[in-house]
């Protein structure tokens, strides 16, 4: 009994001590649980996306700074009416009224001299010959065959089929059906 009466204290402030460990572990480990949580969800992904949205935009304000820098410079260039006229001739073939713009094709056949030593495309327009104005209907062709909106007899429409995901990714993978 004596031995009990003694270490009664002494196990009091053993358990008081494992007591406050415990909480300071707890303290610690919650602490660091917090803090990782913290990392995790933090939006650095979006901080780092918002950064690069902000560095293309200055990007994208710098080239736009340059290309108005070079319009006032053109626009302070064609301050006179006969700089307008130059550039009006050159780069937009207008003519003054009453004068014909005349275009000299190089002949059907035979290379151009801007393309030195290469034969004209076969699409070419300047190897067709001239077309009436009457004629102009029969030029408007069409290189794409218009979808048509009714169904050929192997693709009977359902009557109880509605337009939703699944028609649509079959009318989307419709040329396998070739």
């Not at 104005?133 to 109880?160: D, G, M, N, Q, V």
Request: proline share 8%; charged share 15%; with cysteine.
């Amino acid at each position: 009994m004596a031995r009990s009466k003694t270490s009664g204290p002494a196990q009091r402030t053993e358990r008081q001590r494992q007591a406050q460990r415990r909480g300071r572990v707890m303290l610690g480990c919650s602490v660091l649980v917090s803090g990782l949580m913290l990392a995790a969800w933090f939006p650095f992904s979006s901080l780092f996306s918002q950064h690069q949205h902000l560095s293309m935009a200055n990007a994208q304000l710098a080239s736009i700074s340059a290309q108005d820098k070079a319009l006032a410079h053109q626009q302070s260039a064609l301050s006179s009416q006969s700089d307008i006229e130059r550039l009006a001739r050159e780069q937009y073939q207008l003519v003054e009224p009453g004068q014909r713009l005349v275009q000299v094709l190089p002949p059907s056949g035979t290379p151009s001299q801007a393309g030195a030593g290469q034969a004209p495309y076969p699409g070419d327009p300047g190897l067709t010959k001239p077309v009436a104005p009457s004629a102009i209907a029969l030029l408007t062709t069409s290189t794409t065959t218009p979808r048509s909106s009714t169904a050929t007899s192997k693709e009977a429409p359902s009557k109880h089929a509605a337009p939703g995901i699944v028609s649509r990714m079959l009318d989307t993978l419709a040329f396998w059906r070739r």
